[in-house]
């Protein structure tokens, strides 16, 4: 009977281990899913088109468009105080966060050929039409 018992209970422990792996799988994958869909915005549309993100990643672009420094790595040191104050309240969000931006930062340098490739100016005029109405020419979007 008892090793029954004990039975169960070394599988109830392996199925908690394998549901926190699954948990901590699925974080991962968010996080590398969301940093690549962030690294091809910021190259494709934001640096070509020279506009800013809110927080550490707009203060990375400024530093960028002006000293031509690399976004990615320029958010590292920019975030060690907001990592410092993280790591001494919430050691959760820490960990999260930290690994969030270091794949973030990795994903926007390995994606700056990216900014060569889209211009999403040009697209507007292309896809416009002279329309006349009532003796006036205007442009309107297909």
Known sequence: MSLILNFKMVNMYRIKRLDKV???FQKLMA???????LGIGVNGFLVPNH???????????ILHYFFHFQTGMTMVPLSVPICIF??????GYFFSSLQGLLISSLFIDLL???????????LGSI?????HWNGYWFNAPI
Do not use: C, K
């Open 22 to 24: 699954i948990v901590i």
């Open 31 to 37: 996080t590398i899913i969301g940093s690549l869909l």
């Open 51 to 61: 506009l800013i993100d809110g927080g550490i990643l707009g203060i990375a672009l």
């Open 86 to 91: 993280a790591s001494l309240n919430e050691r």
């Open 112 to 122: 700056a050929p990216l900014r060569n490739q889209f211009f999403v100016s040009h």
């Open 127 to 131: 896809s416009r039409r002279r329309h």
